[in-house]
């Protein structure tokens, strides 16, 4: 079992930065995918970015150039820098790992974008 715990989410209002960070605990592989999902108001969950074990990273359209997401393969964390937020991304924001064929998610950090 892992145990995936999210931190750094908060109120920031449009342009500035946020960073939020996954630690993940427990029995956890060498060969692994990690990566951030989101979910707004009355949507579906959506997912944002995610990075391998290698360090191969892949983002959806509406964030590139704006979010990176970082690997610590040594402290087994995942860090997403938000930069340049907007209101559109208000949300719930989830870590996910996935390993072998198994699938664990955070419970899950708010970030909202307001002025």
């Known amino acids: 079992q892992v145990q995936l715990v999210e931190s750094g989410g908060g109120l920031v209002q449009p342009g500035e930065s946020l960073k939020l960070s996954c630690a993940a605990s427990?029995?956890?592989?060498?060969?692994?995918?990690m990566g951030w999902y989101r979910q707004a108001p009355g949507k579906q969950r959506e997912w944002v970015a995610d990075?391998?074990?290698?360090?191969?990273?892949k983002y959806t359209d509406s964030v590139k150039g704006r979010f990176t997401i970082l690997l610590d393969d040594a402290k087994r964390t995942v860090s997403l820098q938000m930069n340049s937020l907007k209101p559109e991304d208000t949300a719930v924001y989830y870590c996910?790992?996935?390993?072998?064929?198994?699938?664990?998610w955070g419970q899950g950090t708010q970030v909202t974008v307001s002025s």
């Open positions: 996910q790992r996935r390993q072998a064929t198994a699938t664990y």
């Open positions: 427990g029995k956890t592989f060498a060969i692994y995918v």
């Open positions: 990075i391998t074990s290698t360090g191969y990273s």
